[in-house]
C-alpha cells in the first residue's frame, strides 16, 4: 500500500520522478480518492460553470477576447480552482467529457456575444489527454457548428509539456485545426521545458508570456530584457 501510494505521486509529478512513502501520503492517497468520486458526482449534478476573463489590447484598451476560464462550485469545498481539480480529472479520464463540455458552452458564448455586437474570440485550455485524442478536431467542429461560429474565433492554448511530447499524429491534428481556421497558441511560454523546436514544427499563433515574467518588469531589468526577446520572437 505504502508503494502504491508512493508511486502514484511519482506518476502524478511527471516522468522521471521519485517519491519515497512518506507518514500521511496513504491518507493523501485516500483523500484524492475521495476528491475524484466527488468530481464525479459534480459532473452529474452540473457543478461546473465557466468564467470568461477578458483580453484587452494594449494599444486602444479594447476587448479584443475572452478566456473561458472553468470553475468547480461545490457545496462542500466551495469554488475550487482549475489547478486543484484538472489533475484529478485527467486521472479519473473524465477530462475527454468536461473538455468537450467546455468548448460547447465557451463557443455558444461567443456566438452570443457577437449577437450582442461585440466582435471578439474566445480562448479555451485543452489538456494534454484531449489532444492525445485523435478525434479531438471532430469534437471542436462540433462545438463550432453548434454554437454557429467560425473556427477563427477559437484559440485553443496549449502547454509547452503537451507540444514537448506530442507525437506524429499531433502534428497532424493540429493541421487539421489549422485548416478549420483554429487558431493556437503556447500558454505559459517559458515556465516549462522550453524547446525552440516545435515553435517550427507546429502552427502556432500566439505564446502567452507567463506571469511570473510579466510580474517583475518594473523592478527587474533582466526581466525586461526577456519579455522584450519573447515579444520579439512572436512577432517574428
Given at each position: 500500500?505504502?508503494?502504491?501510494?508512493?508511486?502514484?505521486?511519482?506518476?502524478?509529478?511527471?516522468?522521471?520522478?521519485?517519491?519515497?512513502?512518506?507518514?500521511?501520503?496513504?491518507?493523501?492517497?485516500?483523500?484524492?480518492?475521495?476528491?475524484?468520486?466527488?468530481?464525479?458526482?459534480?459532473?452529474?449534478?452540473?457543478?461546473?460553470?465557466?468564467?470568461?476573463?477578458?483580453?484587452?489590447?494594449?494599444?486602444?484598451?479594447?476587448?479584443?477576447g475572452?478566456?473561458a476560464?472553468?470553475?468547480?462550485?461545490?457545496?462542500?469545498?466551495g469554488?475550487?480552482?482549475?489547478?486543484?481539480?484538472?489533475?484529478?480529472?485527467?486521472?479519473?479520464?473524465?477530462?475527454?467529457?468536461?473538455?468537450?463540455?467546455v468548448?460547447?458552452?465557451?463557443?455558444?458564448?461567443?456566438?452570443?456575444?457577437?449577437?450582442?455586437?461585440?466582435?471578439?474570440?474566445?480562448?479555451?485550455?485543452?489538456?494534454?489527454?484531449?489532444?492525445?485524442?485523435?478525434?479531438?478536431?471532430?469534437?471542436?467542429?462540433?462545438?463550432?457548428?453548434?454554437?454557429?461560429?467560425?473556427?477563427?474565433?477559437l484559440?485553443?492554448?496549449?502547454?509547452e509539456?503537451?507540444l514537448?511530447?506530442?507525437?506524429?499524429?499531433?502534428l497532424?491534428?493540429?493541421?487539421?485545426?489549422?485548416?478549420?481556421?483554429?487558431?493556437?497558441?503556447?500558454?505559459d511560454?517559458?515556465?516549462?521545458?522550453?524547446?525552440?523546436?516545435?515553435?517550427?514544427?507546429?502552427?502556432?499563433?500566439?505564446l502567452?508570456?507567463?506571469r511570473?515574467?510579466?510580474?517583475?518588469?518594473?523592478?527587474?531589468?533582466?526581466?525586461r530584457?526577456?519579455?522584450?526577446?519573447?515579444?520579439?520572437?512572436?512577432?517574428h
Open positions: 500500500r505504502q508503494a502504491t501510494a508512493a508511486l502514484k505521486l511519482a506518476r502524478r509529478d511527471g516522468s522521471g520522478s521519485i517519491r519515497f512513502h512518506e507518514t500521511g501520503l496513504l491518507a493523501e492517497t485516500r483523500e484524492r480518492v475521495l476528491l475524484v468520486t466527488q468530481i464525479r458526482q459534480a459532473w452529474q449534478d452540473r457543478e461546473f460553470r465557466l468564467e470568461y476573463q477578458p483580453i484587452n489590447s494594449i494599444e486602444t484598451g479594447e476587448v479584443v475572452v478566456e476560464l472553468l470553475r468547480w462550485d461545490s457545496p462542500e469545498l469554488t475550487v480552482m482549475p489547478g486543484e481539480f484538472i489533475p484529478l480529472a485527467e486521472e479519473s479520464g473524465l477530462i475527454a467529457e468536461l473538455g468537450a463540455w468548448l460547447v458552452e465557451a463557443a455558444q458564448q461567443c456566438a452570443n456575444f457577437q449577437g450582442s455586437g461585440l466582435d471578439i474570440n474566445v480562448s479555451v485550455n485543452v489538456a494534454a489527454q484531449q489532444l492525445a485524442a485523435m478525434d479531438f478536431d471532430q469534437v471542436v467542429a462540433a462545438a463550432l457548428t453548434s454554437a454557429g461560429i467560425s473556427g477563427e474565433k484559440i485553443l492554448e496549449l502547454t509539456s503537451a514537448l511530447y506530442a507525437t506524429g499524429s499531433t497532424e491534428l493540429l493541421a487539421r485545426l489549422e485548416g478549420m481556421g483554429v487558431r493556437l497558441a503556447v500558454d511560454f517559458g515556465t516549462g521545458y522550453s524547446s525552440f523546436a516545435y515553435l517550427h514544427q507546429y502552427p502556432l499563433d500566439r502567452k508570456i507567463d511570473s515574467f510579466v510580474a517583475g518588469l518594473t523592478e527587474r531589468p533582466a526581466a530584457s526577456i519579455v522584450s526577446a519573447m515579444i520579439d520572437l512572436g512577432h
